[in-house]
């Protein structure tokens, strides 16, 4: 049995967890998104002060919750790419201190492979490879999972994730930040046919589309343009400006068009590579239209669907506990000189766990 202290400050979320074999025994999360809704996003300074200050809190909660003194954890791990660097080196620096304190050994964890993670603290994944997507704020991506550690890429974002697209829209159409859930709770109700935008897509040098890969930054500017001419003066002088927005048939169409994009390009990804199971994660995972559409269509195909539980969907530390537990169970740790990285592809997660693994 192995008890891992697991911690996460990788964006705005600063949290902690304590997971003992893949099961959680206490979580917590302190959410920054209010101050940072005063400035429309993430404002990377703010968000490193604001872990360093409830950080310790949320150890010392999770530690008394579970009743575990973290003395007598295995292991300590912690979030160590991709993220912000100033708030990744803040649970990064926590974590390794702690491990050296106590002689334990210190997990690097790949946030996205914490994502991958987070569908493991629901119902069990059937055996076998399965295929990802993982739609967060910061990444769109179709990846092949062949067993713990073994991932393939086959399909991402050219330009903005699914996430950042809801957070563009959500500022556009004057919603709050996070735009995800805004979008959400403004689109109850509204006409999700009336506008039609469009689902972007990538050419091929040789001819023809990537099938997998997406493009939402076409759809953001559609939505823009649709906004612009609702709001333009009619040609006899009336303004159509003068009536409110249609915020609702707005957010509608456009949280549809982007649940149709990712549902159509997964399930054409699991198919096309004879995957019989596809996992849903990641922050975006959280909407109730796409995991409703993902769910009708994977039926509909005869695939096995997996979707990460509601409240692990968006950034957290059991996740990363996880995945960390995973790792540790593989007999792996990190170095402790290990540090930082804004970026890391996914596929090179293993090397966290080189002995001469330092960023
Ligand atoms: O995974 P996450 O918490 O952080 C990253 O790793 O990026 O994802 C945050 C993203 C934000 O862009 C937010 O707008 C989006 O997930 N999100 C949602 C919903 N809840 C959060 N998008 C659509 N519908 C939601 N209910
Ligand atoms: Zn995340």
Redesign the pocket.
Known sequence: MATVLALET????SAAAIVRDGAVLAAAVASQVEEHARWGGVVPEIASRRHVEALPGLIDRVCTEAAVPVAVVDAVAATVAP?LVGALLVASVTGRALARLHGRPFLGIH?LEG?LASVQLGEPLPPGPCLVLL?????TELVQVNGPGEYRRLGRSHDD????A??KA?RLLGLG????????AAAQGGDDTRFQLPKGRISRPEGGFHPYDFSFSGLKTALLRQVRTLERPDADGDTEGGAPLPVADLAASF?RVVAEVLVERSLRCALDHSLSTLVLV???A???R?RGLMERECRRSGLELRIAPLAY???NAAMIGVAACARLSAGLASPLELGVAARLPLERADSLYAPSAVF
């Open positions: 990788s964006c705005d979320e993220g946030h994502h739609v967060s704020g910061g990444h994730a699914a996430g950042e809801f957070d959500a930040y996070p735009g995800g859930p805004a979008i959400e949280e990641g922050g975006v959280a909407n109730r796409l969907c968006t950034d």
